[in-house]
Structure formats: structure tokens, C-alpha cells
DNA sequence: ATAGTTGCAAAAGCTTTGCAGTATG
DNA sequence: CATACTGCAAAGCTTTTGCAACTAT
């Protein structure tokens, strides 16, 4: 199967999960919300409400930002999405169907984010979740630092000096 | 030594790091940083700006939130406090001198925070870093799931229908 | 003396809300 | 056809900034 065809099958499947979220939870079904799935599945990695807003109003969709919050929360609540907060004051999302657990390393310097995965995460939610008496729905892992081009720029300061 | 006598160490010893810090950095030790140092170490757990402002207008302090913002960022810089992030559009802080590092778990419901210790984490945040070429500075993991008690009313709530 | 800090208030930036009109079930 | 949803603009909150007054060095 090639990756264009993968790529129509998730959407697909998304559609459908999101349909049956919102019927069960007794939520309309409109274009705009299918919009706002489709263009966030067919993007890449994390972005933002506003990033969001924008590339829709440049696709020339008249959807209001109200829309694309409500419709991220809406999204999110599904499982459809994932919110992160990378320690800015503006949260950021990824499409999380068909995409394996990963945590986030995020560089102070120039604010890339990099996906990881590590086994071990599990094990400890698992434990921890034991022991405190917490029903653990989900988890945030970030390593903050910095990443190779940026320890590269910092030394060359270093030499200017 | 009594717990009375250890705060006051604590005390001692952050003021000490905050001046060599300020020092170093040629910044200014002016009475509003202290003041503000000095309540965060005297209360407890997590807090955010405002409540920290709030607290310092209680005490009859004169500080405005400029300078409680500004002295948090020194304060975070020099490693005497912790920026934290639990999925809000609010930050969270937290004392981090005489504490061993921990993590945090929060309740979706209550948003109760535990905090907890896994040697593991470490081990993970060494091992990425290597492997990705990033030159790791610190992590955040965030649990997230219902607590004993929420579990309790939830099953309450259960049964009520 | 003089540049860094402060308090205050205004501004900025992200997100939510109120309202009138629209479209879904 | 009832009412949940939408777009728009205004409001709400947290955080940042501009500025005149102040003060640590």
C-alpha cells in the first residue's frame, strides 16, 4: 500500500471515529468540524490554534477562530488530538490517530521539537499510577535542552568573544 | 536539628545562590527580589503569579506584578525556582532548592497535584539526550488521570442514575 | 552620577463568550 | 422547526511593555 493510499485510509477512519463521537455525544455534524479534521490530518506535526486559523483562512475556508477552539476541544476529547503545552503560553497540537506513543524533546534555543519513544515511560505510569491510587488516563514527557546546531552556534559565540 | 532550624538554613543558603547569582549576572540586589525569594520559600507547594502577588499585597509588601513576573524569570534562571506547565494557560511555580527532583501527577478532575521520584526518568533523559545530540538542561513528566477520591465520586455519580 | 529597577497602567497575546443569524437532526 | 452551531467582535485573563520616579552601586 503506498503512503498515499495509508494517508486516505486514516483519514477515513478518522472521519468515521469522529462521527461516531459526535453521535454519541449528541453533537451536530458540520462541514466546518470535518474541515478542521481533515486539514489537521493532512498537515504535519504540531501546530498551533492560530497556525490553524490561518491555514484555513488561506485555503479560503470562512471558519472562525470560536470554531477552531471549540472544535480542537471537541477534537482533543475524542482522542483525535493531542494537546501539549511546551512550556510556552500557547498550547500546541498534533493529530494523534494511527501514531505511536512518543514523548517530546524541545530545544530552549530555537524551540524544535524532536519525537521520541521509550518504553520505559509506560512501565512507570503504570507503577506510579499503582501506588498513588490514580486511574492514569495519558502522560507528558519533555526534555528540554539544546540540540546539536544550537550547541554549534553557542560555541562559535563562545570563539567571537 | 529541628524543622524550624532547617527552614532557616534553607533560607539562608537560597539567599546566599540568589546573590551570587544576581552577582554574577551583574544584576541589582534590590529588596523586592529577596522579599519575593523569601515568601516562596516560607509557603508551600505550587502557586502561580498571581496568587504569589496577591500574597505579598496580603503581607502589606508594595510589589507590583512587574516585578513579581521579572524576579520569578531570575529566580527560574538561577535554578532557585521551578516553571511548571499542568495544561493550563497559567504557569505554575514551585521552590526547587532542598528538594529532590520529583515529578509531578495531576487530577483531571480536581487538579490535585502529587508529586513523585522515579530513578528511571534520569536514566531516560540521558540516553535520549545522547542518542538525539541534545545537550539536556531539565524534564517535565506530567501524569494525568482521576484520583482516589474523584474515582470515588465518579462511581457515586455512577449509581445515582 | 548613572544605569538598572520599580510601580503603575496600558498594551499585547491567547482564548472564551455573547449575540444574531444559520443549518442540522 | 427547535436548537445547537457558526462567524464576528467584544471581553477576559495572563503576561509583557513603556515610562517617570527611584535607588543600588
Redo the contacts with the bound molecule.
Keep these: 500500500m503506498s503512503d498515499n493510499e495509508k494517508q486516505k485510509n486514516i483519514l477515513q477512519e478518522v472521519r468515521q471515529l469522529f462521527t461516531a463521537y459526535?453521535e454519541k455525544n449528541?453533537?451536530?455534524?458540520?462541514?466546518?468540524?470535518y474541515t478542521i479534521l481533515e486539514e489537521i490530518y493532512l498537515r504535519s506535526d504540531h501546530f498551533?490554534?492560530?497556525e490553524l486559523y490561518v491555514h484555513l483562512r488561506n485555503r479560503n475556508?470562512?471558519?472562525?477562530?470560536?470554531?477552531?477552539?471549540?472544535?480542537l476541544?471537541l477534537l482533543v476529547a475524542s482522542d483525535l488530538v493531542t494537546k501539549h503545552q511546551f512550556g510556552k503560553?500557547?498550547?500546541q497540537f498534533e493529530k494523534s490517530y494511527g501514531y505511536k506513543q512518543h514523548d517530546h524533546i524541545i530545544c530552549i534555543d530555537c524551540r524544535k521539537v524532536v519525537e521520541f519513544c521509550d518504553p520505559r515511560i509506560q512501565q512507570i505510569q503504570a507503577m506510579v499510577g499503582e501506588i498513588l491510587n490514580f486511574k492514569i488516563t495519558h502522560h507528558s514527557l519533555n526534555l528540554y535542552g539544546i540540540c546539536g546546531s544550537c550547541q554549534i552556534k553557542r560555541s562559535k559565540k563562545e570563539d567571537a568573544k
Tied chains: 1, 2.
Excluded: C, H, K, P
Excluded at 449528541?26 to 468540524?33: N, V
Excluded at 470562512?62 to 477552539?69: C, D, E, L, P, Q
Design positions: 459526535l449528541g453533537q451536530r455534524r458540520t462541514s466546518e468540524r498551533d490554534a492560530e475556508f470562512n471558519i472562525s477562530r470560536a470554531t477552531v477552539y471549540n472544535t476541544e503560553n500557547q498550547a
